[in-house]
């Protein structure tokens, strides 16, 4: 029993640890090459065909690849950088670490959790730069509209594809639908290994810049010195050591080998729920409706509670019940670092906020578990 299964019945997520994934665990151990070098470049390549990028780059997480992606894209002071408030707020603390400064757009509403392209609109001036749009919970925004926004306004459009690898609109996956795309593979994601993540991007020159500011601004690798490929370096600009290791490369290509299976028990849980649970007491499922287009990722099963449910009463009787939940998330805008930071009205976001709620999901779970949960939870309601 793992540990995540000790503490509950059905946990929020849950990873498969097998003979499989301790032994590329123990083959980097043993190889004793444990910095970065041919398994992350085996990641790298394997990750770029899987998304159909010409280049990946791995960094130490999520976090680190929305970092360096602005900034390879030329955020910095004086720029603002829209984002919907509705994300995790690493979008928003990274914006303000390249010194630019974030700027809050709204949600479509409780069906379509996504950025408003109408707002966005509204929230762009003269000093946009880019816009960071999330793929809440795997499911592609509406990527037609934004870009048509972003043409219009020169503004770059930067994928927080946390959610999203492996979900795709118009057959291009997520994270190659913009300029650059940002994937985490943080320990309860699709793709879990832990810390890890990903930069896609078809730009050779971002992907240069995008490498060097990975490691220092170091023209050489220390597995490119060891090679015997180049004996010395140049640092070409100030970067930072945001590098993956071997290890968690190695967990990185099992975890991606499995990952169709993995999204495909997803999307089987996510039916699952939808039918136990929409239109039913009140609850709103959000991204419904059959459109062949867009493939979800299902990193998330979100409900939307209703009007004046009390969510924490709700979540209780769950926990009571052994069912882990989550809540994804409390809007950015509403934490103490960043409140009244941008100062934009946001109904549809503010609207959502208390009633969100996320359920069990992960690729093994089985159908008399997500009928348990979506039972206890009209019980409870
Ligand atoms: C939407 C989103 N963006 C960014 C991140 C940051 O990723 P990480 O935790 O790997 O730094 C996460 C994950 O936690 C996320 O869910």
């Known amino acids: ?20 994934l301790v032994d590329a665990v123990l083959g980097v151990v043993r190889s004793g090459w444990w910095s970065m070098g041919p398994r992350v470049e085996q990641f790298e390549s394997d990750f770029a065909a899987f998304c ?7 960094v130490a997480n999520g976090t680190a690849a929305l970092h360096l992606a602005l900034l390879a894209v030329g955020c910095g002071s004086d720029d603002e950088v829209v984002v919907p408030s509705l994300n995790f707020v690493a ?10 400064a974030p700027v809050f757009c709204d949600i479509a509403g409780p069906h379509d959790l996504n950025l408003d392209p109408a707002d ?37 459009v930067v994928e927080d594809a946390a959610h999203a690898p492996g979900a795709s609109l118009n057959g291009r996956m997520c994270g190659t639908l913009g300029r650059v795309g940002c994937f985490s593979f943080f320990a309860n994601k699709n793709l879990p290994v832990g810390e890890g993540g990903m930069i896609v991007t078809d730009d050779d020159e971002l992907a240069a810049r995008l490498r060097l ?11 490119d010195r060891h090679r015997g490929h180049a004996s010395s370096y140049d640092v070409v600009l100030p970067g930072f050591n945001y590098r993956l290791d071997e290890v968690r490369a190695a967990v990185g290509s099992v975890q991606l080998s499995r990952l169709p299976e993995e999204n495909a028990g997803r999307a089987r849980v996510a039916a699952r729920y939808r039918s136990a649970l929409e239109d039913r007491a009140g609850l709103t499922v959000p991204f419904g409706g059959d459109d062949a287009t867009r493939v979800p990722s299902h990193h998330l099963a979100v409900v939307v509670l209703p009007e004046g449910a009390d969510r924490a009463a709700v979540r209780g009787a769950l926990a009571d ?20 930071v941008s100062g934009r009205p946001l109904p549809q976001t503010d609207a959502v906020a208390e009633r969100l709620l996320t359920l069990p999901l992960y690729g093994r779970m089985t159908d008399d578990d997500a009928d348990l949960v979506a039972e206890t939870l009209l019980q409870t309601l």
């Open 52 to 58: 159909g990028a010409a280049h990946a780059i791995a």
């Open 321 to 340: 019940a052994g069912i882990q939940t989550s809540v994804h998330y409390p809007p950015i805008h509403t934490f103490t670092a960043y409140q009244g």
């Open 120 to 156: 966005l609109e509204a929230a762009v001036t003269p000093r946009t730069k880019a816009v960071v749009v999330l793929h809440y919970g795997g499911n592609p925004c509406d990527m037609t509209s934004v870009d048509e926004i972003a043409e219009r306004h020169g503004l770059v």
């Open 91 to 100: 979008a928003a603390n990274t914006i303000e670490h390249t010194g630019a």
């Open 213 to 223: 500011l990975r490691s220092h601004g170091m023209t050489t690798l220390t597995w």
């Open 1 to 20: 029993m793992t540990e995540t299964q000790s503490r509950w019945r059905i946990p929020l997520s849950d990873v498969l640890v097998d003979d499989e």
